[in-house]
C-alpha cells in the first residue's frame, strides 16, 4: 500500500462521524491496519473490546473516504504533513500515554516531535515576572539542548516559545484548533515564526474553530511529548493545572515557579507546590530532575547571556539600591524609604541601573529585578 493511501485511511477513520481517537486506536491495533478495520464485518468490528455500537454504526454506513481524500489536498497546499501512530516520525513519548491521539497534523519541522522535551505552561493573563522566568528558562533549556513544548496562548505559552527562539533553539507549539487556524489572532507573528523555525502540532483537522472544549484534550499532547513540565503562574482554577494532572498521570515530571503569596496568578503552583512538585528555583532544579539518559548534548555555538550584575562594577550606592530590589515591583517612594537615600539621587541610579540592563522600569514609576 502506498504511503498516500494508508494516510487516506487513517484520515477516513479520524474524520468519520461518531469514531474518537480511543477508538481508532482500538480498531487498529484489532485489525493491525486503519484499511483491514475499514474492510472488517459489521460482526468482526462488533467484538472488538472497546468499541461501541453507535461507532460500528457510524463505521459500517458512513466513512469518510470522500473527506479524507479533500483533507489530504487541503493539507498539500497549506504545506501540512500528517504523522500516524505507529509511524517512526512518531514522537515515542506521545505515543506512550494512555490516549495518544492517532494522527498529527504537522506544519514545519517534524523531526523535532522526537527530540527530548520540556513542556512549559501558565496564565494567559500573566505577571510580568511570570513572563520574564517563563522566557529565561525557555531560553536555557534551549541552550541546554532541549526543545520547549507549549500552547501557543497569550501569556506565558508564548514567552516559553519566544524564549527558544530568541535562543535559535527548537519549540513544539500544540493548538487546540486546525493548523490554519490562527488562535489567538495577537500571535500571528509568533505563529509564523514558529512555522518557519519549530513545528506545529494539531490533532484537530484543517478548519477546525478553537472551541474551548479542545484545549484540555491539547494539554494531554503538550504533556505527553514532554519529560516533565513546568507550570509558571496558575490560578487555582485552569488548564495549566490540567495539563499538570494529566503530566502526572503520564508519569512527567511536574514542577511550579512559586509567586508572590498576594497573587492570584500563584494560587495554582503554591498548590501544585504542597502536592509535591519540584520547586523551580533555577533551570538546574529542572534539568537535574530529568532523565540523564535523556539529556541531549547542549548548542556549541550557544548565546552570549544578558547582562549580568556580577558583569558589572557597581558603586557602593548603586549595590544597595540593586540589593533592595526584588524580582517583584517596587515603587519609587519604597525604595526611598527603604534606602534612605534622596529620591534625585535614587531616580539618577534606578536609570543607571536600567540602561545597564539588569532593573526593569515599569508603569507607575515601579522598579524590579530583570533576572
Known amino acids: 500500500m502506498t504511503e498516500k493511501g494508508c494516510l487516506h485511511d487513517w484520515l477516513t477513520l479520524h474524520l468519520t462521524q461518531g469514531v474518537g481517537p480511543g477508538t481508532i486506536l482500538r480498531l487498529v491495533r484489532h485489525f493491525t491496519s486503519p484499511r483491514m478495520a475499514l474492510n472488517a464485518s459489521r460482526r468482526e468490528l462488533l467484538k472488538v473490546p472497546g468499541v461501541r455500537q453507535d461507532a460500528v454504526d457510524a463505521v459500517c454506513r458512513n466513512p469518510a473516504y470522500a473527506e479524507a481524500e479533500a483533507e489530504l489536498k487541503k493539507c498539500e497546499g497549506f504545506g501540512v504533513s500528517i504523522v500516524t501512530w505507529g ?8 505515543s506512550n500515554i494512555h490516549n495518544p491521539p492517532p494522527v498529527l497534523y504537522v506544519r514545519g519541522r517534524r523531526e523535532f516531535l522526537r527530540n527530548a ?16 522566568t517563563a522566557e529565561n528558562l525557555a531560553f536555557g533549556l534551549g541552550e541546554k539542548g532541549y526543545t520547549v513544548v507549549s500552547g501557543l496562548a497569550l501569556g506565558i505559552d508564548a514567552a516559553a516559545h519566544s524564549g527558544a527562539l530568541r535562543a535559535k533553539a527548537k519549540t513544539i507549539a500544540v493548538l487546540g484548533c486546525g493548523l490554519d487556524v490562527i488562535y489567538p489572532r495577537n500571535n500571528r507573528k509568533l505563529y509564523e515564526r514558529i512555522a518557519e523555525e519549530g513545528v506545529l502540532v494539531s490533532e484537530y483537522p484543517l478548519g ?40 502526572l498521570e503520564q508519569g512527567r515530571e511536574v514542577f511550579a515557579v512559586p509567586g508572590r503569596v498576594d497573587s492570584v496568578k500563584s494560587t495554582g503552583t503554591h498548590k501544585l507546590l504542597k502536592e509535591g512538585a519540584k520547586l523551580v528555583h533555577s533551570l538546574d532544579d529542572v534539568i537535574e530532575e530529568l532523565p540523564f539518559h535523556r539529556r541531549p548534548e547542549a548548542r556549541k555555538n550557544s548565546l552570549a547571556r544578558e547582562q549580568k550584575v556580577s558583569d558589572i562594577k557597581l558603586k557602593p550606592d548603586e549595590e544597595k539600591i540593586y540589593s533592595y530590589l526584588e524580582v517583584y515591583p517596587k515603587s519609587i517612594d519604597e525604595i526611598v524609604r527603604g534606602t534612605m537615600f534622596p529620591v534625585q539621587k535614587v531616580s539618577e541610579i534606578l536609570l543607571l541601573l536600567e540602561l545597564e540592563g539588569v532593573i526593569e522600569a515599569l508603569p507607575g514609576k515601579q522598579y524590579q529585578l530583570n533576572v
Do not use: H, M, Q
Open 117 to 132: 522535551c520540556v513542556g512549559i505552561v501558565g496564565a494567559r493573563a500573566a505577571s510580568s515576572y511570570g513572563l520574564r
Open 208 to 247: 477546525t474553530s478553537p472551541d474551548g472544549f479542545r484545549f484540555p484534550a491539547r494539554n494531554r499532547i503538550i504533556s505527553g511529548l514532554s519529560l516533565g513540565v513546568v507550570v509558571v503562574e496558575a490560578a487555582k482554577r485552569s488548564g495549566s493545572l490540567i495539563t499538570a494532572d494529566l503530566a
Open 87 to 94: 509511524e517512526s516520525d512518531y514522537p515515542e513519548d506521545l
